[in-house]
């Protein structure tokens, strides 16, 4: 079974949510995806880095996880697949994996620059349909990471607060 994870601030009112499963089948008829919410407030980044990170550890071995909260699609940010010793993550280079990031050993990073991984033609504006959801599919057909685009050591990373513990109380 081929789990493929869906964070998005899309919502479920529309066609948004319902193309990138599609698109998904598309490459892979046999992929599994599961919503895990597209009720993330607009663009914000941390609320979507934060859903991620609190529900991808309930999911199997070899999950890929999309995360698309991007209020900078179509800009020259990077399209992203993260390899843990447990998982895949697939998203914009935002800071919207950080969080979970965090707390697993990451194994490899790439840049995701491969078109032949893309749904053609490619829209300024759907990059959740057209790049992340077709590259997530093809993770789980095994494709070979150096074949995604260029090796990369970094992501962006979200400055989260620390707790604070001071006698009885926790602060943030």
């Known amino acids: 079974m081929s789990v493929i994870t869906l964070t998005t601030d899309f919502s479920t009112?529309?066609?948004?949510?319902?193309?990138?499963?599609?698109?998904?089948?598309?490459?892979?008829?046999?992929?599994v995806p599961v919503d895990i919410t597209h009720d993330i407030p607009p663009g914000d980044i941390r609320a979507g880095a934060f859903a991620l990170a609190v529900s991808c550890r309930s999911f199997p071995r070899n999950t890929v996880h999309v995360a698309v909260i991007d209020p900078g699609v179509g800009s020259p940010r990077?399209?992203?697949?993260?390899?843990?010793?447990?998982?895949?993550?697939?998203?914009?280079?935002?800071?919207?994996l950080s969080i979970a990031l965090a707390k697993e050993k990451i194994v490899e990073i790439w840049r995701v620059e491969n078109e032949i991984y893309f749904r053609q033609p490619v829209s300024s504006t759907f990059h959740g349909r057209d790049v992340f959801a077709p590259v997530a599919a093809h993770l789980t057909l095994r494709i070979l990471m150096d074949s995604l685009g260029q090796q990369v050591t970094d992501y962006v990373?979200?400055?989260?607060?620390?707790?604070?513990?001071?006698?009885a109380l926790i602060r943030s």
Request: hydrophobic residues 40%.
């Open 78 to 96: 990077a399209a992203l697949v993260v390899r843990t010793s447990d998982y895949y993550f697939v998203g914009p280079d935002n800071g919207v």
């Open 13 to 31: 009112r529309d066609w948004f949510v319902g193309s990138m499963k599609g698109a998904i089948l598309s490459v892979n008829p046999h992929a």
């Open 157 to 167: 990373q979200l400055d989260w607060p620390k707790p604070q513990v001071d006698g």
